[in-house]
């Protein structure tokens, strides 16, 4: 074997390897997401990664809560679920008295919907009890109405591709 074929042998080594990591961390990443693929963040604040974190929790948690679900949560935990509801509107009432009735402080709370929010009143609701942020899928008519008032409320919006 001469000195080219150890350098041709160790470049496509060492390329194997790193394609070993990215698939690996690739697939850790989707392990620790579940899958949520993220469409866009429509914000004019900034936002820190335990924030994420924490919509990422609440949207997977969402996935396992009956129609019209609103998933409040704060540290990777939930603090009000509301469910069921003919209307949105209705499941975010639910999901804020629960939360007003279990936790005090309201510091970095952040909301999940199942599905979109077709109008501004549902996203008001939250950001009136405290709400800082919120994850829902995107595909609203009116979703740059609902961009334009988290943009003048200062809340953070994750929009998804992913519906539950």
Same mark, same amino acid.
């Given at each position: 074997m001469n000195r080219f074929d150890t350098i041709i042998l160790t470049s496509t080594l060492i390329t194997a390897v790193i394609?070993?990591?990215l698939y690996v961390a690739f697939k850790?990443?989707?392990?620790?997401?579940?899958?949520?693929?993220i469409k866009s963040i *429509?914000?004019?604040? +900034? &936002? *820190? $990664?335990l924030c994420f974190d924490n919509l990422i929790f609440a949207f997977n948690i969402c996935r396992y809560v009956k129609s !019209?679900? $609103?998933v409040l949560a704060n540290n990777k935990s939930t603090i009000g679920i509301g469910s069921g509801q003919p209307s949105r509107l209705d499941s975010c009432q639910i999901a804020i !008295?629960?939360?007003n009735? &279990?936790?005090?402080t309201k510091n970095e709370i952040v909301a999940a919907s199942d599905a979109f929010f077709p109008f501004t009143d549902g996203i008001e609701k939250l950001v009136q009890s405290g709400v800082s942020a919120v994850i829902q899928p995107a595909g609203s008519i009116r979703d740059k109405?609902? +961009?334009k008032f988290a943009n003048a409320t200062k809340t953070v919006l994750v929009f998804s591709k992913t519906r539950h």
């Amino acid at each position: 074997m001469n000195r080219f074929d150890t350098i041709i042998l160790t470049s496509t080594l060492i390329t194997a390897v790193i394609t070993f990591f990215l698939y690996v961390a690739f697939k850790l990443y989707k392990f620790f997401t579940l899958g949520i693929w993220i469409k866009s963040i *429509s914000t004019c604040q +900034v &936002f *820190s $990664i335990l924030c994420f974190d924490n919509l990422i929790f609440a949207f997977n948690i969402c996935r396992y809560v009956k129609s !019209n679900a $609103i998933v409040l949560a704060n540290n990777k935990s939930t603090i009000g679920i509301g469910s069921g509801q003919p209307s949105r509107l209705d499941s975010c009432q639910i999901a804020i !008295n629960k939360m007003n009735k &279990f936790i005090k402080t309201k510091n970095e709370i952040v909301a999940a919907s199942d599905a979109f929010f077709p109008f501004t009143d549902g996203i008001e609701k939250l950001v009136q009890s405290g709400v800082s942020a919120v994850i829902q899928p995107a595909g609203s008519i009116r979703d740059k109405e609902i +961009v334009k008032f988290a943009n003048a409320t200062k809340t953070v919006l994750v929009f998804s591709k992913t519906r539950h």
